[in-house]
Every structure is written in structure tokens, then in C-alpha cells.
């Protein structure tokens, strides 16, 4: 089954204590991107990924680091977490980067 | 950059009325419009799109119409149904400087009352 797949998919933890969200998707696809959803905020996109080794930001990177060694797979980290970063957040991949959006069932992180 | 306002934040009809959500952008070079249906714990999904040489599409009960000119479009379900209860968002591509990159609206949370 076609799918984007994120772990986990609730985690509350403690202001400063590393933590990595993880994605992988199985449909060979070239871009996938990093987004989170707030109230009234709609999604918002945090950085993506044209293919292997090639990372830019969005429009709310700040906090917040990725990378991309394999096509499959594409990691959120948040190295220091805050309470600000407390959220639902979505992975997305796509066969190219306008094309339709395959999304994750999102991970829902509470920072305390 | 694009911005992307979409109204209303939420709306209630009765089940088989109609419901219509508007986005209005910014940037007139934007020319790919698609909308996503969130359902209650699950990642968004692509219900529709249209793109800027077309001005209404339609797929069954869902349409989306586009107004280059004034610079909003719009999703129209009709004859809702209680699974039609959910999250839209509306998004933007293209534009000078974003090519390729979706911009979401703040999404409309839509109940269906049977």
C-alpha cells in the first residue's frame, strides 16, 4: 500500500530534551516536505526536500533541522525543544514538488 | 510573498444543502489551486484542483471555480453528507518566486447535521 508513514504519532516530552520525528514513504517519490499545523494557522510549511541530499527551509524552520540520505526517508529534529513548538505535524511527499501532496496521519508532539 | 485568506473558519449546514468555502490570494502569477480534505485524525488528501487556465471544474458533488481576475476560488459541495464533515484547505502554487511550493489557507472546519 501506498503510504507515508510517521513515528511517532503522539509524544509529550520536556523542554530541551532532543527528539526525532520520523518519515518514510514507499512511493519512490522525489520531494517531500515537513509541516505544522496549528490553530488558525492552517499548515505551515517547516523544510523540504527536492531529493537525496538536498534540504531548504520553509517559512517557519526556525528550531527545527532536517535531512535526507535516503529517497525513502526524510527525519524532523527538533534538537532543543520549546513549548512554542507544540503542535501536529505533518510529512508530505510528492513525485515532484507541484504535484499532489501524499500526506502522513501526523505525529502530535506536547512540549512541557 | 503569497498570502492566502480562506473563510469561513467554520460552517454548519444541514445534511443535502450546499456548502461553499472562498480562499482569496495575493499573487495574480499563481496558477495552481488545490483543495485538501482532512478527516478527524488522519493527514490531509487532495479532493481537487484547478489550474489557471480553467475556470470551474467539477468532480460529482465537489466543483471549484476560479476567478483570476478578482483573485479567489472556491469549493462548492453539493448535496452534503455527514461524511462530507471535515477540515478544507485551500492552497496556492506558483507566483513570482514560489514556483512549485503550496501556501495553505487557515482551513474551514465543516459539519454536516443529519
Known amino acids: 500500500e501506498a503510504q507515508v508513514t510517521q513515528n511517532p504519532r503522539y509524544l509529550i516530552t520536556v523542554t530541551g530534551k532532543k527528539l526525532t520525528v520520523t518519515c518514510s514513504q514507499n512511493m519512490n517519490h522525489e520531494y517531500m516536505s515537513w509541516y505544522r499545523q496549528d490553530p488558525g494557522l492552517g499548515l505551515r510549511q517547516i523544510y523540504y526536500s527536492m531529493n537525496v541530499e538536498a534540504t531548504d527551509k520553509g517559512d517557519v524552520p526556525e528550531g527545527y533541522k532536517v535531512s535526507r540520505k535516503e529517497k525513502r526517508n526524510f527525519p524532523l529534529i527538533l534538537e532543543s525543544p520549546s513549548p512554542n513548538q507544540t503542535s501536529l505535524y505533518f510529512c508530505?511527499?510528492?513525485?515532484?514538488?507541484?504535484?499532489?501532496?501524499?500526506f502522513g496521519e501526523g505525529s502530535r508532539l506536547t512540549v512541557l | 510573498g503569497e498570502n492566502v485568506e480562506q473563510h469561513p473558519s467554520t460552517l454548519s449546514v444541514q445534511e443535502g444543502d450546499s456548502a461553499v468555502i472562498k480562499c482569496t490570494y495575493s499573487?495574480?502569477?499563481?496558477?495552481?489551486f488545490p483543495w485538501y480534505k482532512q478527516e478527524l485524525g488522519k493527514g490531509p488528501q487532495l479532493i481537487i484542483d484547478i489550474r489557471s487556465n480553467v475556470g470551474e471544474k467539477k468532480d460529482q458533488r465537489i466543483a471549484v471555480t476560479l476567478n483570476k481576475t478578482a483573485k479567489h476560488f472556491s469549493l462548492h459541495i453539493t448535496e452534503t453528507q455527514p461524511e462530507d464533515s471535515a477540515v478544507y484547505f485551500c492552497?496556492?502554487?506558483?507566483?513570482?518566486?514560489?514556483?512549485?511550493?503550496?501556501?495553505f489557507g487557515q482551513g474551514t472546519t465543516l459539519q454536516v447535521k443529519p
Open positions: 499573487d495574480s502569477a499563481s496558477n495552481y
Open positions: 508530505a511527499s510528492s513525485p515532484w514538488k507541484a504535484g499532489e501532496l501524499f
Open positions: 492552497a496556492v502554487e506558483g507566483g513570482s518566486g514560489n514556483t512549485g511550493k503550496l501556501i
